[in-house]
Nanobody, 116 residues
């Protein structure tokens, strides 16, 4: 089992910034990728960004140029720096860990609210 604990959500005005953190513990070896997903009210959960073990990254088109994902392998922690936030970024953000076996683990989610 992998335990993921997120932090850093909150309320921010449009144009502001937030940084989300997610610490992985437990059976965190053989994690292929760490990432962030989000789910807005009434919408499906969608990928925001992920970073692989070799630090390859991928971003949703809607956040490219505004969000940056990074990881501290020594701390088993992944970060999501969110700049130039928009009201449409409002959602619950979930940390995800994908094992080499394809098994997914999820955090409990943190709420991000961007006011206009």
């Amino acid at each position: 089992q992998v335990r993921l604990v997120e932090s850093g959500g909150g309320l921010v005005q449009a144009g502001g910034s937030l940084r989300l953190s997610c610490a992985a513990s437990g059976s965190s070896s053989n994690i292929f990728a760490l990432g962030w997903y989000r789910q807005a009210p009434g919408k499906q959960r969608e990928l925001v960004a992920f970073i692989t073990r070799i630090s390859s990254t991928n971003y949703a088109d809607s956040v490219k140029g505004r969000f940056t994902i990074s990881r501290d392998s020594a701390k088993n922690t992944v970060y999501l720096q969110m700049n130039s936030l928009k009201p449409e970024d409002t959602a619950v953000y979930y940390c995800n860990a994908k094992k080499e076996t394809g098994v997914d683990y999820w955090g409990q989610g943190v709420r991000v609210t961007v006011s206009s």
